[in-house]
């Protein structure tokens, strides 16, 4: 179970309700504990749900209801006219009304998304080789491939990289955009690296650039992340600091 497949299986949990023998719930579970981003994710979704819950709780039940739904009052016939138009008029303001509703519900109640976020999900992704959805060792190919696909594909690659075999490329997604994956062959041990690549806006908060990259540790993962024109870059490979700058020229 991927962490995609584990959002869908999650997404449907409601602290009301009894999920003991569920298999596939309990393999979804399981997998935020060891997906940090996983975690966050559903950590934000449950207290999503608690929010709506609690405005829903404080909307007042109409005086009288009850006896209205028990007790109708008889219908009453009136001439036919021609109200198309009118009805028409109304149901196009009612989705412009949900829309707007809709719109200013996801924007109130939607989480901030941190460089952290970004950089956790992508190094959780490649931390065994991942699925490819091209292989080829000419970097041209996969560039081509990505721009067909629609992800970042007119990309600023180190010449470090430029020089190695790739591996392949993969197009993914976070949250609602294209991110463009390329990974290549170490010529030292065959292992991969990996270069992601995604719009600027994803991680507005990054301000490093290509020359002074900020680096992070993710376990026995080193990351350094830059931005460059429209694009953010994050290069993640095992090793330490010293590994990562020596594939960027940065060292």
């Known amino acids: 179970m991927d962490n995609t497949e584990a959002r869908s299986i999650l997404s449907a949990y409601r602290a009301d309700e009894s999920y003991a023998g569920d298999a596939r719930f309990e393999e979804a579970r399981k997998l935020t504990e060891v997906e940090p981003a996983l975690a966050r994710w559903w ?21 009288g209801l009850r006896e209205c739904l028990l007790n109708p009052e008889p219908p009453v016939t009136v001439p036919f006219r021609p109200t198309w138009p009118r009805k028409i008029a109304l149901l196009a303001a009612s989705i412009v009304l949900l829309a707007v509703f809709f719109g200013s519900w996801q924007g109130l109640f939607q989480p901030a998304t941190s460089l952290a976020d970004y950089r956790d999900e992508m190094v959780s992704f490649v931390r065994l080789d991942p699925t490819l959805d091209l292989k080829a060792s000419q970097l041209s190919r996969l560039t081509a491939f990505l721009e067909e696909s629609g ?22 997604r976070f949250r609602g955009r294209d991110v463009a994956l390329i990974c290549f ?32 540790g993710q376990g026995e993962w080193m990351t350094a992340t830059w931005v460059d024109g429209e694009h953010a870059y994050l290069f993640t490979a095992k090793g330490s600091r010293d590994t990562v700058e020596k594939f960027l020229g940065t060292s």
């Open 43 to 63: 950590q934000e979704e449950q207290e999503l749900d608690r929010l709506i819950g609690l405005k829903l709780e404080g909307v007042a039940v109409p005086a």
């Open 151 to 172: 992800a970042p594909s007119d990309l600023n690659i180190p010449p470090r990289l430029q020089q190695m075999d790739a591996a392949g490329c993969r197009k993914l």
């Open 185 to 216: 062959k170490r010529d030292d041990n065959g292992e991969l690296v990996h270069l992601f690549v995604v719009n600027r806006k994803a991680v507005a908060k990054l301000r490093a650039t290509k020359a002074d990259p900020h680096f992070t």
